[in-house]
């Protein structure tokens, strides 16, 4: 396989603002490795390293990371929640439909023995 991967960070930036603005590049990105490709298509590091970024100035960028992060936070917390329980889905559903677990005697919460 020959595939490169990039890691987008900084060391001078939050992360809510390279994921929010790689996330703004990424319909380019996918459209130059569409043109580009033969049986994969490929980004050059060129492609990452001309696209345009505005940055605020200290203080804005410090009122938005307080709004920004947690949010940004939470949408990747729940990629990777819902990712595990794909994976788990996918591992629990074929022994389901085979018989391999039983689950006739688990007991579902209710409004008056639910959990939380």
Known sequence: MNQHLFKVTSDAYPSWFYYMWTKKHMRRFIM???DRATTMGHIKRSALQESK??????DVMAELSAKMQPI??????????SRKLGELRDALLPKLMSGEIDISQVELPTKSNEIG
Do not use: C, N, R, S
């Open 32 to 34: 130059l490795a569409k």
């Open 53 to 58: 970024v505005l940055i605020p100035p200290a």
């Open 72 to 81: 940004v936070d939470e949408i990747i917390g729940l990629k990777v929640q």
